[in-house]
């Protein structure tokens, strides 16, 4: 049984067909992914980023939970190579996201990754409320991640390939 206690993941890849160079931008840029997500609707840098530290605060809206938003900080940012963030308090976080890109022949790999907990999270009364069904509850959550995750990566990869298609 996976529990949220137990920090669930899940993860994305896409091959791209542009180098690191191209598609970099469009993962440091808070803001791309609302273009392709259904739950994600944009953020504003609260510091300067982006850069390792800063914070940002993010919109978001689920049918089943309303808007909420949530403050994030870059934990992780290695230039063109990985760009991480985490929701909430950086040592007991709500949530960790992270892009990884790495060259990959002529092109690129992009993976996409998620973790939830254990600091509590819009998913904890949920499980609060019906703790038999957790496993459950865990899994249907990560399954709409993953599939906004997909929307995000395959978003990215076309907007990458259709600038390198106008550099070339």
């Known amino acids: 049984m996976v529990t949220y206690a137990d920090g669930p993941t899940t993860s994305v890849e896409a091959h791209i067909n542009a180098p690191p160079s191209v598609v970099w931008p469009l993962l440091c840029d808070i803001n791309a992914p609302a273009e392709f997500s259904g739950e994600f609707q944009g953020a504003d840098w609260l510091d300067d980023g982006?850069?390792?530290g800063a914070r940002f605060r993010g919109r978001n809206e689920h049918k089943a939970v309303g808007e909420w938003r949530s403050t994030c900080t870059v934990t992780a940012m290695d230039h063109e190579r990985s760009f991480e963030w985490t929701v909430g308090d950086v040592?007991?976080?709500a949530a960790r996201w992270r892009f990884d890109l790495e060259p990959d022949g002529?092109?690129?790999m992009l993976r996409f990754t998620a973790e939830i907990g254990p600091a509590p999270s819009g998913l904890s009364p949920a499980i609060e409320r019906?703790?038999?069904r957790e496993e459950d509850i865990v899994a249907k959550r990560m399954g709409e991640h993953n599939a906004n995750m997909r929307r995000t990566v395959e978003g990215c990869?076309?907007?990458a390939?259709?600038?390198q298609a106008r550099t070339s």
């Open 161 to 163: 390939e259709a600038r």
């Open 130 to 132: 019906m703790p038999d």
């Open 91 to 93: 040592d007991y976080r």
């Open 106 to 108: 002529e092109g690129s």
């Open 50 to 52: 982006p850069a390792l």
């Open 157 to 159: 990869k076309q907007l």
